[in-house]
Nanobody, 120 residues
């Protein structure tokens, strides 16, 4: 079993910044891709950004140039630096990791989410 715990959400004014963190724990052999998704009220969950174990990244068009994903493989942790935040970035942000354990093949795991609210 793999547990993902997000932190860093909160309320910030438009134009502000936040940094989210997500730490993975458990009996982990390897973590492959890690990413962030978000779900705004009344909308479907969408991919924000993903980073491979080798450091390759991909971003949703709506966040390109404003958000930066990074990871520390030694800590099994992924980060999301969010700058120039807009009200439309308001959502619950979920961490995702594709990980392998001793008894299970690689599969996706999810955190419980952290709320990000952009409002003046």
């Amino acid at each position: 079993q793999v547990q993902l715990v997000e932190s860093g959400g909160g309320l910030v004014q438009p134009g502000g910044s936040l940094r989210l963190s997500c730490a993975a724990s458990g009996r982990i052999i390897s973590i492959y891709a890690m990413g962030w998704y978000r779900q705004a009220p009344g909308k479907q969950r969408e991919l924000v950004t993903v980073i491979t174990s080798g450091g390759s990244t991909n971003y949703a068009d709506s966040v390109k140039g404003r958000f930066t994903i990074s990871r520390d493989n030694s800590k099994n942790t992924v980060y999301l630096q969010m700058n120039s935040l807009k009200p439309e970035d308001t959502a619950v942000y979920y961490c995702n990791a594709n990980a392998q354990t001793p008894i299970l093949p690689p599969m996706d795991y999810w955190g419980k989410g952290t709320l990000v609210t952009i409002s003046s």
